[in-house]
């Protein structure tokens, strides 16, 4: 399924890389996938407080050939974690 996803991004051909977040548990089976398959891993600390900690990772894949980091954007988990409860 991932690799289809990626594979319906990059046939749009409006996008320059394919990015999830996720959040880290130690030994979670579906990391195994994502470091196989994704190029580019990256820690995301952004939102983060001294009294929560996300552990969330920004997984990302060239649809192009040219890869920038993400580097730690906002994007705005916060409020939308905050709004399930």
């Known amino acids: 399924m991932l690799l289809d996803t990626i594979k319906y991004c990059k046939d749009l051909n409006k996008f320059e890389a394919f990015r999830l977040e996720t959040t880290y548990y130690e030994n ?3 990391l195994f996938l994502y470091d196989k398959v994704m190029h580019m891993k990256e820690d995301y600390t952004i939102e983060d407080t001294d009294t929560i900690k996300n552990n ?3 997984y990302s894949y060239s649809l192009n050939g040219k890869l920038k980091l993400w580097n730690n954007k906002y994007l705005g988990l916060r409020e939308y974690y ?3 409860k």
């Open 28 to 30: 979670r089976p579906a």
């Open 56 to 58: 969330t990772i920004i």
């Open 82 to 84: 905050d709004n399930l």
